[in-house]
Antibody, heavy 122, light 115 residues
Framework: QVQLVESGGGVVQPGRSLRLSCAAS????????MHWVRQAPGKGLEWVAV????????YYADSVKGRFTISRDNSKNTLYMQMNSLRAEDTAVYYC???????????????WGQGTLVTVSS | EIVMTQSPATLSVSPGERATLSCRAS??????LAWYQQKPGQAPRLLIY????????????TRATVIPARFSGSGSGTEFTLTISSLQSEDFAVYYC????????FGQGTKVEIK
């Protein structure tokens, strides 16, 4: 059974940093690209970043480019998101998500974690 | 960045009626488009990928593995449609389109509500 468990969320002041983690199990993590998607309270889904199965390709939303870094450690079955220079508008639930097709980056999402809440506030 | 625009923002439909949701991409994305359903307090659920393929067979502990045939997707390039042929009570939710041709941007969502 596929499981994605995010952690690392919390309350942080504007301008500070936070690192999110996503522990994956129930599938061959090293074979699948992974996304981070966020959802502000009461708002829609916003794509944040995607990383290929081997970490060689990464793409970011314009809203986080230069501030956020997606990475993965296939030996630990873990996805990361390093978030720097945080702003109030980064406040959201952050989901990690697995894509459908192995060894692809262009693919839909079939599994989502339960999310971790990041609140940026002074 | 590719911008996805969904319309309408809200669709009021009676049970048993047909619902048609639209999604437009700011540039061609071929058929690299998915549709998701989200209900309050839940993660999104994949309905359609490749613009028109129903996502049947994705097992979870809490949801049905079969996407009913009343859900269908169409389109390619920049114009896409999700059709729900006969709305059931469990279909009232928010629907999102997502392009995955370049990154993975979502539309702003269409809320399907009971009329």
């Amino acid at each position: 059974q596929v499981q994605l468990v995010e952690s690392g969320g919390g309350v942080v002041q504007p301008g500070r940093s936070l690192r999110l983690s996503c522990a994956a199990s129930g599938f061959t993590f090293s074979s699948y690209g992974m996304h981070w998607v966020r959802q502000a309270p009461g708002k829609g889904l916003e794509w944040v970043a995607v990383i290929s199965y081997d970490g060689s390709n990464k793409y970011y939303a314009d809203s986080v480019k230069g501030r956020f870094t997606i990475s993965r450690d296939n030996s630990k079955n873990t996805l990361y998101m390093q978030m720097n220079s945080l702003r109030a508008e980064d406040t959201a639930v952050y989901y990690c998500a697995k894509i459908v097709v192995p060894a692809a980056t262009r693919s839909a999402i079939d599994y989502w974690g339960q999310g971790t809440l990041v609140t940026v506030s002074s | 960045e590719i911008v996805m625009t969904q319309s309408p923002a809200t669709l009021s439909v009676s049970p048993g009626e047909r619902a048609t949701l639209s999604c437009r991409a700011s540039q061609s994305i071929s058929s690299n488009l998915a549709w998701y359903q989200q209900k309050p307090g839940q993660a999104p659920r994949l309905l359609i990928y490749g613009a028109s393929t129903r996502a049947t067979g994705i097992p979870t502990s809490t949801r049905a593995t079969v996407i009913p045939a009343r859900f269908s997707g169409s389109g390619s390039g920049t114009e896409f449609t999700l059709t729900i042929s006969s709305l059931q009570s469990e279909d009232f939710a928010v629907y999102y389109c997502q392009q995955y041709n370049q990154g993975g941007t979502f539309g702003q969502g269409t809320k399907v509500e009971i009329k």
